[in-house]
Antibody, heavy 118, light 107 residues
Framework: EVQVVESGGGLVQPGGSLRLSCAASGFTFTTYWMNWVRQAPGKGLEWVANINQDASARHFVDSVRGRFTISRDNAKNSVYLQMNSLRAEDTAMYYC???????????WGQGTLVVVSS | DTQMTQSPSTLSASVGDRVTITCRASQSISGELAWYQQKPGKAPKLLIYRASSLESGVPSRFSGSGSGTEFSLTISSLQPDDFATYYCQQYNSYPYTFGQGTKLEIK
């Protein structure tokens, strides 16, 4: 069974940093892209970033480019989202999700909540 | 960026009704469109991919259609479990973008 489990969310002050982790299991991790998607409270879904199988390609939404980085450790079947210079508008549930080679997001974790507030 | 516009934003319907949600892209997305269902406090669940392909395990009352810039999700006979929020997403070009969502409510 495909499983994706996020961790690392919490309360952080504006301007602070946080690192989210995502542990994957139940599939061959090294053959899939991985995604982060977020959802602000009561709002819709927003794609944030993704990374390819060997970390040679990464893409970001404009609103986080230069502040967030995405990485992966294939030995640990894990993907990470390093978030710096956090703003109130980054407050959201952050979902990690598997991405097929065609770009389809097919399996999602349950999310980890990030709250940026003083 | 490709903008995705869903309509309606809210839809009230009864068990057994046939309902359709539409999604319009601001440019051609070559059929690379997915539909997701999300229930409160839960992660989204994939229903349809490549505009009309049914994800494994999803009931056949769900169907997708469309091409170019106009797409739709149809539920042929609403069941109590179907009341949720539905999102379309294009994955043809970066940034991948979602529609704003359609909340399907019980009438």
């Amino acid at each position: 069974e495909v499983q994706v489990v996020e961790s690392g969310g919490g309360l952080v002050q504006p301007g602070g940093s946080l690192r989210l982790s995502c542990a994957a299991s139940g599939f061959t991790f090294t053959t899939y892209w991985m995604n982060w998607v977020r959802q602000a409270p009561g709002k819709g879904l927003e794609w944030v970033a993704n990374i390819n199988q060997d970390a040679s390609a990464r893409h970001f939404v404009d609103s986080v480019r230069g502040r967030f980085t995405i990485s992966r450790d294939n030995a640990k079947n894990s993907v990470y989202l390093q978030m710096n210079s956090l703003r109130a508008e980054d407050t959201a549930m952050y979902y990690c999700a598997r991405l097929t080679n065609s770009g389809l997001t097919d399996h999602w974790g349950q999310g980890t909540l990030v709250v940026v507030s003083s | 960026d490709t903008q995705m516009t869903q309509s309606p934003s809210t839809l009230s319907a009864s068990v057994g009704d046939r309902v359709t949600i539409t999604c319009r892209a601001s440019q051609s997305i070559s059929g690379e469109l997915a539909w997701y269902q999300q229930k409160p406090g839960k992660a989204p669940k994939l229903l349809i991919y490549r505009a009309s392909s049914l994800e494994s395990g999803v009931p056949s009352r769900f169907s997708g259609s469309g091409s170019g810039t106009e797409f739709s999700l149809t539920i042929s006979s609403l069941q109590p479990d179907d009341f949720a929020t539905y999102y379309c997403q294009q994955y043809n070009s970066y940034p991948y973008t979602f529609g704003q969502g359609t909340k399907l409510e019980i009438k």
